[in-house]
């Protein structure tokens, strides 16, 4: 049992394994195109990441920015307020509440142009390139590795397709110098009006062929009754067969003639009917389901009356077409003859 699981396992493998080989381009066209889509995704995420990430960079900037100036008033205050030591040691140092009010009106004007200057700077902040390449690298590696990996398969499966391509080529020139040592040969041996003769009627097969092709196929379906070769298309039942006209009108009389000897043998029956198989089994058909089901009833409509109309079939063959002026009516001959309707 074993023996036979592994076996059979292997030869489901190597069906795989051939078809991913055959579907190798498609396959990989797949697998790239998922890996780009994923990327644009990652790529949408990550955009708002790398603007924090520069946004972080430049507020660092701003923050040793900050520090640099707050250092310099720092110093600026310790040189005044050694200066102010300095000149009360030497008793020059003067207290003047005015000179005092116009120091305050100033501070205050350096720190109002010091916060103006500082939202300037916080506006004009400019990142090295190195800064934001380094970002940007933190940002985008992921959607970077996928699209990366899209491209890839898509630069194989290009690659494999266009191997394929190449041995096809060789293949078709090879193909192409052989046929034309053929007919080379051939010109030798039968001389060359035949070769044209040949040609010619080649030409006109593939001509027909295509011509065929165009007009439709003939259905598998024809069926053969042994009364003649001649089309003939019942259009109610949809059924294509070969027989005679004869046959056809015949086979049409008998059952007419049934449904007659019916209405006189029985001639208080509601209703006096014949279904199509009856017609089928004389023209030489084989009996259907839909057969016993339709037919006609004579007390209500009378004999059949067929049509006999010419046709071109879709694949090109002129067709008699057989119709009825009154179709056969849906009831059940067998069980139920008062169903008809």
Aim: charged share 30%; with cysteine.
């Amino acid at each position: 049992m074993s023996i036979a699981l592994m076996a059979a396992t292997k030869g489901i493998a190597a069906t795989v394994g051939k078809q991913i080989m055959v579907h190798s381009p498609s396959i990989l066209a797949v697998f790239g195109t998922g890996f780009v889509i994923f990327g644009g995704y990652e790529t949408a995420k990550a955009t708002p990441k790398f603007e924090e990430l520069l946004e972080q960079e430049k507020q660092k900037i701003r923050d040793q920015e900050a520090l640099k100036r707050k250092a310099e008033e720092l110093e600026k205050e310790r040189d005044k307020a050694l200066k102010e030591l300095d000149e009360y040691v030497d008793g020059t140092f003067i207290d003047d509440d005015e000179d005092e009010d116009e120091e305050i009106i100033v501070e205050e004007e350096e720190v109002k142009e010091a916060t103006e200057e500082e939202t300037e700077e916080e506006q004009e902040v400019k990142l090295p390139i190195s800064t934001t390449v380094v970002c940007a690298a933190k940002a985008y590696w992921k959607p970077a590795l996928f699209i990366a990996g899209g491209l890839g398969c898509f630069w194989a499966g290009l690659a494999i397709s266009l191997k394929r391509l190449s041995a096809v080529t060789a293949a078709l020139a090879l193909t192409t110098k052989n046929a034309e040592e053929f007919r080379e040969k051939t010109k030798q041996l039968v001389g060359e009006e035949k070769v044209k003769e040949i040609d010619r009627e080649i030409a006109a097969d593939h001509a027909q062929e295509k011509a065929q092709e165009a007009r439709g196929s003939q259905p598998s379906t024809f069926e053969t009754t042994g009364y003649g070769d001649s089309p003939f298309y019942d259009k109610p039942m949809h059924r294509w067969y070969r027989s005679c006209r004869a046959n056809v009108q015949q086979s049409f009389n008998f059952v007419n003639q049934q449904m007659i000897e019916q209405q006189y043998s029985c001639p208080f029956d509601d209703v006096v009917q014949a279904n199509w198989n009856d017609l089928a089994d004389k023209l030489g058909l084989e009996e259907c389901d839909a057969g016993e089901c339709l037919g006609w009833d004579y007390k209500r409509h009378g004999l059949i009356k067929p049509r006999f109309e010419s046709i071109m079939a879709p694949w090109g063959e002129a067709v008699t077409c057989v119709d009825y002026e009154v179709y056969p009516l849906i009831g059940d001959t067998k069980s139920n003859p008062s169903t008809w309707y």
